[in-house]
């Protein structure tokens, strides 16, 4: 089971981006519990930017709110993150995370990370 990010890149300030992440795995089913996005950005911790439950509630980090928006698409265990109004001090490595149950796993509920995705905002 893994998550798959895609869309970084770079985009001058004003810009848009939209990030997504894909759960799979090799065999059977997997159901995708609260997903969400992180970034770090270089010499700062990890930070969360967006969180949606399942059923689709939303929450935002400050810096995120109004400018971002998160959204899934539960049958195609996939996460987007669609960045608006990019600022440089949004420039960071921009990680998945989802709490996934699997046949893989006997349907034990695990947290994953994805491997990032890189998204620079520069003139």
């Known amino acids: 089971v893994q998550l798959q990010a895609s869309g970084g890149g770079e985009v001058q300030p004003g810009g848009s981006l939209r990030l997504a992440c894909a759960a799979s795995?090799?065999?059977?089913?997997?159901?995708?519990?609260?997903m969400s996005w992180y970034r770090q950005a270089p010499g700062n911790q990890r930070v969360l930017v967006a969180r949606i439950t399942r059923d689709g509630s939303t929450n935002y980090s400050s810096s995120a709110k109004g400018r971002f928006t998160i959204s899934r698409d539960n049958a195609k265990n996939t996460v987007y993150l669609q960045m608006n109004s990019l600022k440089p001090d949004d420039t960071a490595v921009y990680y998945c995370?989802?709490?996934?149950?699997?046949?893989?796993?006997?349907?034990?509920?695990?947290?994953?990370w994805g491997k990032g995705t890189e998204v620079t905002v520069s003139s």
């Open positions: 795995g090799s065999i059977g089913t997997i159901i995708a519990n609260a």
């Open positions: 995370n989802a709490d996934l149950r699997s046949t893989e796993m006997d349907f034990v509920e695990l947290n994953y």
